[in-house]
């Protein structure tokens, strides 16, 4: 089992920035693959970034590609999501998750373990 705690999602204007970062414990020796999803009010969960374990492979949404960075401190099992250049679109609970599975992980089902969620709220 892995346990994920997301933390630093908060309040913005548009155009700031926010680093979040997910802590991982438990079973952490697995290489496991994280990523970033995020769930708007009334909209379905959808992916963000998605980061392999040795940090060397990369993926993002559109929607962001260009605004956010995924990174990965494996010796502090932490990941991160920095997000420059918000906007009112990216309000959403972002969650991370993690899969010890060989996977692309640009899907929900790619992953096994998900954090609890933090808020991210950008005004305009």
């Known amino acids: 089992q892995v346990q994920l705690v997301e933390s630093g999602g908060g309040l913005v204007q548009a155009g700031d920035s926010l680093r979040l970062s997910c802590a991982a414990s438990g079973r952490t020796s697995s290489r496991n693959r994280m990523g970033w999803f995020r769930q708007a009010p009334g909209k379905e969960r959808e992916f963000v970034a998605t980061i392999s374990w040795s940090g060397a492979s990369t993926n993002y949404a559109d929607s962001v590609k260009g605004r956010f960075t995924i990174s990965r401190d494996n010796a502090k099992n932490t990941a991160y999501l920095q997000m420059n250049s918000l906007k009112p679109e990216d309000t959403a609970v972002y969650y991370c998750?993690?899969?010890?599975?060989?996977?692309?992980?640009?899907?929900?089902?790619?992953?096994?373990?998900w954090g609890q969620g933090t808020q991210v709220t950008v005004s305009s």
């Open positions: 998750a993690a899969s010890p599975k060989v996977v692309r992980g640009r899907v929900e089902n790619d992953y096994d373990y």
